[in-house]
């Protein structure tokens, strides 16, 4: 079955560095991949996705990710982190257009001034 | 578009009773997803539906929980007789079949507490 891992549970990083939050997957093709962000109290929010073609995605708020076949992972990155970043992340996939989506465990990001 | 509408944004009743929440997928959108999400599991997937048909329920917990679709614009998740484990946050998300466009947009959540 289909999985996705997100090694990280939580990761604090100071306001203005770089960030890369790690995804990996298990699936035997390539899937549809994706990033949400969840805002406390909030409903989740699509940073960005990948179905096929260029392996680094553009996302919104300055997200990108890069598609690994051979590593199966879909790392999500961002040059310079800003304190309106603190949230959680999740990664997900689908197998086809029609499945469900299935989530990662999420990663809890903390911005430090 | 107003994006996925849920209802209501908290719920809190005693163990026993019936809950129903409600929601509102957009318009157009052929799919609808159930998830919930606690500490503990995450983000569960317990049903979806394409074309207002349910396709895998296999992550309902129980027979306390059941889910109808009766339109295209309208579906509800109920519980019944709740109890404190039910506790959660509960989204509903929306999205087109197939296409580019196949991302799930998320409502806001019901945040259910059963005391």
């Known amino acids: 079955a289909q999985s996705v891992t997100q090694p990280d549970i939580h990761i604090t990083v100071s306001e203005g560095a770089s960030l890369e939050l790690r995804c990996n997957y298990s699936y035997g093709a390539t899937p549809y991949l994706f990033w949400y962000v969840q805002s406390p109290g909030q409903g989740l929010q699509l940073l960005l996705k990948y179905f096929s073609g260029d392996t680094l995605v553009q996302g919104i708020k300055g997200f990108e990710a890069e598609f690994k076949r051979s590593q199966s992972s879909f790392n999500l990155r961002k040059p310079s982190v800003h304190w309106s970043d603190a949230a959680e992340y999740f990664c997900?996939?689908?197998?086809?257009?029609?499945?469900?989506?299935?989530f990662g465990p999420g990663t809890s990001l903390s911005v430090i001034p | 578009d107003a994006g996925v509408i849920q209802s209501p944004r908290h719920e809190v009743t005693e163990m026993g009773q019936e809950v129903t929440l409600r929601c509102k997928p957009i318009s157009g959108h052929n799919s609808l997803f159930w998830y919930r999400q606690t500490m503990m599991r995450g983000l569960e997937l317990l049903i979806y539906f394409n074309n207002n048909v349910p396709i895998d329920d296999s992550g309902m917990p129980e027979d306390r929980f059941s889910a109808k679709m009766p339109n295209a614009s309208f579906s509800t998740l109920k519980i019944q007789p709740s109890e404190p484990r039910d506790s959660a946050v509960y989204f509903c998300a929306s999205s087109l079949p197939s296409g580019v466009y196949t991302e799930a947009f998320f409502g806001q959540g019901t945040r259910l507490t059963v005391v």
């Open positions: 997900a996939l689908k197998k086809t257009s029609y499945d469900k989506v299935i």
